[in-house]
């Protein structure tokens, strides 16, 4: 039976097993509109600016582990979409964006609206197609949504032009794909496994550094086992938060920039590194000449790409991790590194980097404290970018995967609520709390109509600081405390909730924070609150740009401590 390509695209997303699609419509769109109107299995929710759309599928996709879908017009559309896209390739996330195209006919003549978006995108897709016969609309869906989740993933964009949706085919879906250029190498290389385990047997101070790609494998059982035979401690990239649980006596917390000092501390003190399924990120790594300068480097990554790209390796293994880690493991002899753990633990005591200082003032800190204690733990937490996304991966503990989700490789200010949106819209049955920076939820905070309009219940904590924080504390430290456009007014964003329709509370006392949180949790709903913090608050631990971690500078110490990491919940594992 013959179908236009409108509904070749609907059949085809069935297929998929899409049940959302992040989107904001225009002309050229309308016929996949129209056809969506007989497609109730397919939701679309309407965004208030395509950027939302995208980071809204980001944050689906890294809540569920699926692919997430947003969609966009020509032109502005299209070119709405390209910071979300770049996010979701930074970061591996699987979306498929889909945008409209003016008709072939006009294509190359700068038509209305018309613009080169896979030109545009090439360099922040993992691949993208213009589709120019509505014979290979399945084919291309079919590879994209393949080449979206499989490998490393990340972003594919489909541009269509407005005849193609209108066009007819036959409609066939591919029950596989023929991509022979594309093969990602699943299996590690047996020979570099032995080698790996050589090394692990032998050490006598391993230290595990596990990224996103434990998590994108779904690889957490592989770890913990591997972590446990050999005893080995784990430390966790920004975007690894999550993938081990941070309540387990071998969690050393995050490393890098703002990790803790004893976890940057043991990178450098390591006989061996492990580094699975993360990438050498400098804010990981910080001064590479200086990065754990008495160490083997076993590197474990999907992406051959990423192999000696920033460090060098000694053993590494192109591989999925999940795989790579069950053959390991079967070559891992159980082992204890009693004194290795134990200068991890005096580190831990000595530099405990996430107590939080007694202060009159609303610590940005004892906020999110707070948020981890109301939740158990159990939340997940969609971060804004800078002091607020530091503090949300330092005070709150992670002992499930996907619970923590933020903008890691790009950092972007702004992904905070359309994502938490995409999380909330995934994974409805479990609590989200957006921790947004007041610059950030500014950056998009149109879609806060989006969650009212979907009844999407979002729960919101602003760190409101009154200042671009992370770059105020850069001038405060690095450029004599010149505050250059870093002051930083906002709205009365009480009255912007009302004006929206949804309820908020401000909070500027200590003593009315816990009782606010569960005002938000016990409310159906979406919930707001306005957290008045200190204004020049930094965040520490901190390694100066250009220095390695050892170098890392912490708070200073004189201030007196009201809560400490024995203030931990205990949290089972997964
Ligand atoms: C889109 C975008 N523009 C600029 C920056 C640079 N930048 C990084 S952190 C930051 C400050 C963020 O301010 P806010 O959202 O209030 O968070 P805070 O650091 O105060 O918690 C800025 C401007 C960015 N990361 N993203
Ligand atoms: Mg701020």
Known sequence: MKMTGAQILCESLVKEGVKIIFGLPGVPLLPLYDALSRYSQLRHILVRHEQGAAHAADGYARATGKVGVCLATSGPGATNLVTGIANAHLDSSPIVAITGQVARPFIGKDAFQEIDITGITLPITKHNYLVLDVGSMAKVVKEAFYLARSGRPGPILIDI??????????????????????????????AQIKKAAKLINEAQRPLIIAGRGVIISGAYAE??????????????????????????????????????????????????????????????????????????????????????????????????VKVVLNVLNKLVISNEHIDWVHQLDNWRREHPSTEIKDSEGLLPQFVIRK??????????????????????????????????????????????????????????????????????????????????????AVKVAIINNGYLGMVRQWQELFYGRRYVATPLSGPDFIKIAEAYGLPALRVKQRAEVVPAIEQAMAEQGPFIIDFMVEPEENVYPMVPPGAALAEVLEEPKQEAKVLSDSGKLPVSNI
């Open 371 to 456: 948020i981890y204690e109301v939740t158990k733990g159990e939340a997940i937490i969609v971060t804004g970018v800078g002091q607020n996304q530091m503090w949300a991966a330092q005070h709150y503990w992670y002992n499930k995967p996907n619970s923590f989700i933020s903008s890691g490789g790009l950092g972007t200010m702004g992904f905070e609520l359309p994502a938490a949106m995409g999380a909330k819209v995934g994974r409805p049955d479990d609590v989200v709390w957006c921790v947004a920076g007041d610059g950030g939820f500014q950056m998009t905070i149109q879609e806060l109509a989006t969650i009212v309009q979907e009844k999407v």
């Open 161 to 190: 032009p407005r005849d193609v949706f209108i066009d007819q085919a036959e409609f066939h879906y591919p029950s596989q794909v023929n991509l022979p250029g594309y093969k990602p190498t699943l299996q590690g290389h047996p």
């Open 223 to 320: 770890l913990k086992q591997l972590a446990e035979t050999a005893q080995i401690p784990v430390v966790t990239t920004l975007l690894g938060i999550g993938c081990f649980p941070e309540s387990h006596v071998l969690s050393f917390g995050m490393l890098g920039m703002h990790g803790m000092a004893y976890a940057n501390m043991a990178v450098n003190a390591a006989d061996l590194i492990i580094a699975i399924g993360m990438r050498f990120d400098d804010r990981a790594t910080a001064k590479v000449s200086g990065f754990a300068p008495q160490a083997h480097i076993i590197h474990i990554d999907i992406d051959p790409a990423e192999i000696g790209k920033n460090v060098r390796v000694d053993v590494p293994i192109v591989g999925d």
